[in-house]
């Protein structure tokens, strides 16, 4: 089992929808969790970090579930500039230096 | 201001041959990594370095050589090539920190390589 998954996609949705996905982590020792996009033959940049009481930035918002080790990543009213991939990314403990562990990714499709 | 570069971008290699990848970071970063990246299967930890001098292993070393001889630079070495390194391979470089603040990972654009 990996260490971290996430449904592959493709999520094929219209512009303005709402869509959401989630990422499972499997060692509940993880400390911190972030999203990161990463857009077609580009490199990965970093979308936002997951806090335990859940955050918010503009259209995206992010939540992490400790006891059922997973977090999800919202996006409302959806642009066709969202068309992505995401990546959730897990870290095991709070330096630098910890274990970070990426996801393969989620692809999102924004149709006109 | 650059950020991370990677040179080259593309390379086709044949089985044995070897050759460097390079990164470059002018961002006084201390923290450098190098990553591959398949299809579904994420990007995965080759090598890293916490400083000028010094590297480590990650989860996928074998294969691969590192060196970090100035603190901008990041080489990634591939002494005899197989086909099973053709993949996407990413640099990239953080600020070390305080413990318990995550400081964003900065990637370079990678280097597509192809070993056949």
């Known amino acids: 089992r990996k260490e971290v998954e996430q449904d592959p996609g493709p999520f094929n949705v219209p512009e303005g929808a709402t869509v959401a996905f989630n990422c499972t982590y499997s060692?509940?020792?993880?400390?911190?969790f972030f999203w990161y996009r990463q857009d077609c033959r580009k490199e990965p940049k970093l979308l936002m970090s997951?806090?335990?009481s859940g955050n918010e930035d503009g259209r995206f918002t992010a939540q992490l579930n400790r006891a059922s080790q997973y977090i999800s990543l919202l996006i409302r009213d959806s642009k066709l500039s969202d068309s992505a991939t995401y990546l959730c990314?897990?870290?095991?403990?709070?330096?630098?230096?910890?274990?970070?562990?990426f996801g393969s990714g989620t692809r999102l499709s924004i149709q006109p | 201001n650059a950020g991370v570069t990677q040179t080259p971008k593309f390379r086709v290699l044949k089985t044995g041959q070897s050759m460097t990848l390079l990164c470059a970071q002018d961002?006084?970063?201390?923290?450098m990594y190098w990553y591959r990246q398949d299809p579904g299967m994420g990007l995965r930890l080759i090598h890293y370095?916490?400083?000028?001098?010094?590297?480590a292993k990650g989860e996928v070393p074998d294969g691969y050589n590192v060196s970090r001889l100035k603190k901008q630079n990041f080489l990634l070495g591939l002494e005899s090539a197989a086909p099973s390194q053709t993949s996407v391979y990413f640099c990239?470089?953080?600020?070390?920190?305080?413990?318990?603040?995550?400081?964003?990972?900065?990637f370079g654009p990678g280097t597509r390589l192809t070993v056949t």
């Open positions: 060692n509940s020792a993880s400390q911190s």
């Open positions: 961002m006084n970063h201390e923290y």
């Open positions: 370095s916490v400083g000028e001098g010094t590297t």
């Open positions: 990239a470089s953080s600020y070390s920190g305080v413990a318990g603040t995550y400081y964003e990972q900065y």
């Open positions: 997951v806090y335990s």
């Open positions: 990314v897990v870290r095991k403990g709070y330096s630098n230096a910890s274990k970070i562990i």
